[in-house]
């Protein structure tokens, strides 16, 4: 039976000794999170100097920063990992949690080729699975999969828009596919990410849903891009393609946005560059003995990282705790799982895998909305706790 792999070795980045790695842990000792780094293995709590992730990440230097750090050595990240998962957790001692807390999260869809010719054949499917292979052979004889060299807004993009709608085939997918304007929506409040190690959400109301590997972009206030972590925008398909307008269900429920191991801060070893040339690979493990693995190039990406950045935030929307960006993701699992041509879909216990050499691994079981952690600890908890602290 597959289990939660949370080996320090697969959890870190390959170059973990050259990593600026930022991200929070629960202390029972003191009865909040805390920000920490990794030094040698150890987790070192350096709370004192950034009360919150958010203000480390608005630094003016973060990696930097976080290195010139003094803190407190609060266990190994052998042991922190071991008591992470729900089960078996020992209440006393640390465990790990996203490494976002005051951070606007937010998402930009379909940006790769693939994931928006999906998104067009979930709305003409109208949520079904079963008419879906059929629609996906109508729609790419039409337009075929390979848009990676279109330039959305473009002329030849204008071109393509004008060619689908004399054609019937026009979506609201395509238009934030190809045109001008990125699909920027809110994944989850700031607060509500979860972990890995952590169950992460499926609502019961979906019979239809895969997980979304992503590259997540760490964003200050003023637009820097500072950082980047793996992310799982977990997607209901039949609610989003029962109506666009359903998106806030299909995507914005408890433990549905999973988030982490840590921030990797950009410096002179890891940039925009890197994370614009990473492969995301995702490994979905079921109880039933089922397993899918895929990946996402991020070179094949339509728009640039720093584009998205730019449409999230900037004169026209504001951000002053920063933001989370999930980058959108080429990877809509199509492998049927029970019937033939019923397509891929989650089922309870199912451990998923997102990993990046530059960024480590990202590993979460599947389970209801409702059997999850209920999140009860918001802004406000923070506020009150990092009093106590004497760090406000």
């Given at each position: 039976m597959p289990s939660l792999d949370l080996a320090v070795t697969t959890t870190l980045p390959a170059d973990a000794e050259a990593?600026?790695?930022?991200?929070?842990?629960?202390?029972p000792d003191l009865g909040g999170p805390a920000v920490v780094t990794l030094r040698g293995g150890q987790v070192i709590d350096v709370t004192q100097s950034f009360?919150?992730?958010?203000?480390?990440?608005?630094?003016?230097?973060?990696?930097?920063?976080?290195?010139?750090?003094?803190?407190e050595a609060i266990g190994s990240l052998t042991d922190i990992l071991a008591n992470t998962p729900v089960d078996g957790r020992d209440p006393t001692r640390p465990w790990l949690l996203s490494p976002l807390d005051l951070q606007a999260v937010k998402a930009a869809g379909v940006t790769f080729a693939v994931s928006m010719l999906e998104r067009v054949i979930e709305e003409k499917a109208r949520g079904n699975p079963a008419a879906a292979a059929t629609i996906r052979e109508e729609i790419g004889k039409l337009i075929g999969d390979d848009l990676s060299k279109l330039k959305p807004g473009s002329p030849e993009a204008m071109h393509l828009k004008d060619v689908l709608i004399k054609q019937g085939a026009w979506s609201q997918y395509?238009?934030?596919?190809?045109?001008?304007?990125?699909?920027?929506?809110?994944?989850a409040p700031p607060m509500s990410t979860v972990g890995t190690g952590a169950d992460a959400g499926l609502h019961p109301a979906s019979s239809w849903n895969n997980p979304e590997p992503e590259i997540?972009?760490?964003?200050a206030s003023d637009g820097r891009i500072v950082g980047a972590t793996l992310g799982n925008d977990v997607n209901l398909r039949d609610v989003e393609g029962r109506s666009a307008l359903?998106?806030?269900?299909?995507?914005?429920?408890?433990?549905?946005?999973a988030v982490g191991p840590f921030i990797r801060l950009f410096d002179a070893g890891f940039t925009l560059d890197h994370v614009r040339r990473t492969t995301v690979t995702l490994t979905v493990e079921g109880q039933d003995g089922f397993r899918l693995e895929g990946s996402s190039s991020?070179?094949?990406?339509?728009?640039?990282?720093?584009?998205?950045?730019?449409?999230?935030?900037?004169?026209h929307h504001q951000y002053p705790d920063g933001a989370a960006l999930y980058l959108g993701t080429m990877f809509a699992p199509i492998k049927d799982r029970d019937?033939?041509?019923g397509g891929f879909t989650h089922k309870y216990g199912d451990i998923v895998t997102i990993a990046a050499p530059e960024l480590g691994s990202l590993v979460?079981?599947?389970?209801?909305?409702?059997?999850c952690a209920p999140w009860t600890y918001g802004a406000s908890h923070l506020m009150r706790y990092l009093a106590g602290r004497g760090l406000l």
């Amino acid at each position: 039976m597959p289990s939660l792999d949370l080996a320090v070795t697969t959890t870190l980045p390959a170059d973990a000794e050259a990593a600026a790695l930022a991200g929070r842990v629960w202390r029972p000792d003191l009865g909040g999170p805390a920000v920490v780094t990794l030094r040698g293995g150890q987790v070192i709590d350096v709370t004192q100097s950034f009360a919150t992730s958010r203000d480390l990440c608005e630094n003016a230097d973060p990696a930097a920063a976080l290195r010139a750090a003094q803190g407190e050595a609060i266990g190994s990240l052998t042991d922190i990992l071991a008591n992470t998962p729900v089960d078996g957790r020992d209440p006393t001692r640390p465990w790990l949690l996203s490494p976002l807390d005051l951070q606007a999260v937010k998402a930009a869809g379909v940006t790769f080729a693939v994931s928006m010719l999906e998104r067009v054949i979930e709305e003409k499917a109208r949520g079904n699975p079963a008419a879906a292979a059929t629609i996906r052979e109508e729609i790419g004889k039409l337009i075929g999969d390979d848009l990676s060299k279109l330039k959305p807004g473009s002329p030849e993009a204008m071109h393509l828009k004008d060619v689908l709608i004399k054609q019937g085939a026009w979506s609201q997918y395509l238009e934030v596919g190809i045109g001008p304007d990125a699909e920027i929506f809110t994944k989850a409040p700031p607060m509500s990410t979860v972990g890995t190690g952590a169950d992460a959400g499926l609502h019961p109301a979906s019979s239809w849903n895969n997980p979304e590997p992503e590259i997540v972009l760490i964003v200050a206030s003023d637009g820097r891009i500072v950082g980047a972590t793996l992310g799982n925008d977990v997607n209901l398909r039949d609610v989003e393609g029962r109506s666009a307008l359903l998106l806030g269900k299909a995507k914005d429920n408890n433990a549905a946005a999973a988030v982490g191991p840590f921030i990797r801060l950009f410096d002179a070893g890891f940039t925009l560059d890197h994370v614009r040339r990473t492969t995301v690979t995702l490994t979905v493990e079921g109880q039933d003995g089922f397993r899918l693995e895929g990946s996402s190039s991020i070179a094949k990406i339509s728009r640039d990282p720093a584009d998205l950045a730019a449409q999230m935030i900037g004169p026209h929307h504001q951000y002053p705790d920063g933001a989370a960006l999930y980058l959108g993701t080429m990877f809509a699992p199509i492998k049927d799982r029970d019937a033939p041509g019923g397509g891929f879909t989650h089922k309870y216990g199912d451990i998923v895998t997102i990993a990046a050499p530059e960024l480590g691994s990202l590993v979460n079981r599947m389970k209801r909305t409702d059997e999850c952690a209920p999140w009860t600890y918001g802004a406000s908890h923070l506020m009150r706790y990092l009093a106590g602290r004497g760090l406000l």
